[in-house]
């Protein structure tokens, strides 16, 4: 059988055209899937409605637009999945590293958040505020979607919260932005710094949340040299499901708790320099350890 890649003589160009082709053609065909069920089961009428449809709807559509082309992508470059594509072979010190990840995880929410008071600060110049109006529309649209989704919250919602909005994601997006797209930007640009940080744009342009950009791109270089220094997405799959399954629950437990976790104030201005400056060391010294780790495993 022969094993030669498909890729193997192909331009970077030509790469790039396909992963953008199995995007538009995943996107496009789980969509029309996601639809067809969700008629089914609930009914055309509350497809756009109905919380439980929204779910099914999204869940699908993340998959086939980061998921499917990825394993696709990986399949024709490489013409087999690697065993290690995911995860490496777990020991201590990547238990370690997981505690590690928990940790950074934590500290950097007040930090993400303070960065999305920032960012709301931002506005464009007159000449593109039709832009700028379109963005917040697009953003409101989907805050609606988020508010329907977190509404009267149970615990089997909350589950079901969990599961379409940390672990769906946290795999199909990580598979993606940092299996494919971040290794094939490093192809293209033989630098992996550039590489992060042009995936972290991306990877927050393609969420459509204006005030959310700046926080976001910081939360995808997080997660880029989490995947370069440990060599495994497992640990950006478990960062980026800890972020997400941390607000989900502080939402959760606010609003059983009838708390209004916007308005309430973790921090005062005078502690948010300090908040930023051992925010930054933890996570540095966080990632350096994770890093240092990876070394330790290859010299046994």
């Known amino acids: ?17 396909i992963l953008l082709f199995l995007v538009v053609f995943g996107f496009s065909f789980f969509s029309i899937i996601g639809i067809f069920l969700a008629n089914a089961i609930w009914g055309a009428q509350q497809v756009n409605t109905n919380p439980d449809a929204i779910r099914f709807f999204q ?6 637009i980061f998921l499917f082309p990825s394993i696709v992508f990986v399949f024709l470059e490489k013409k087999t999945i690697p065993k290690n594509f995911i995860y490496n072979k777990m020991d ?13 995880s934590v500290i950097i929410i007040p930090l993400i958040s303070f960065l999305g008071e920032i960012n709301q600060l931002i506005h464009f110049p007159e000449s593109l505020k039709n832009i ?5 529309k697009l953003e409101e649209k989907n805050g609606a979607i988020l508010n329907l989704l977190t509404q009267n919250v149970n615990f089997e919602t909350y589950l079901k919260n969990i599961l379409v909005m940390a672990v769906v994601p946290a795999i199909c997006e990580e598979v993606f ?13 033989k630098n992996k710094h550039i590489a992060i940080v042009l995936t972290a744009i991306i990877f927050s342009i393609i969420h459509f949340q204006f005030y959310g950009f700046i926080p976001r791109v910081l939360l995808g270089i997080y997660l880029g040299y989490l995947m370069i220094w440990s060599g495994s997405l497992l640990l950006p799959i478990f960062a980026h499901f800890l972020h997400n399954f941390l607000s989900i629950t502080i ?7 009838h708390m209004n976790v916007e308005e309430t104030n973790l921090i005062d201005i005078k502690g948010i320099f300090w908040l930023i400056l051992i925010g930054t060391i933890f996570v540095f010294v966080g990632i350096r350890r994770v890093y240092l780790n990876r070394v330790d ?4």
Do not use: C
């Not at 932005?177 to 930007?185: A, D, E, I, T, W």
């Not at 939402?251 to 708790?257: A, F, R, V």
């Open 59 to 64: 869940g699908i559509s993340t998959i086939g």
């Open 251 to 257: 939402d959760y437990i606010g609003k059983t708790n």
């Open 92 to 104: 201590k010190k990547s238990i370690q590293s997981l505690i590690i990840i928990v940790a950074l």
């Open 297 to 300: 495993l290859h010299k046994l």
């Open 1 to 17: 059988m022969d094993k030669t890649p498909y890729f193997e003589k192909k331009s970077l160009f030509f790469r790039f055209l």
């Open 177 to 189: 932005f940092r299996g494919v797209l971040q290794n094939f930007s490093i192809q293209v640009f």
């Open 132 to 136: 700028e109006n379109w963005m917040i």
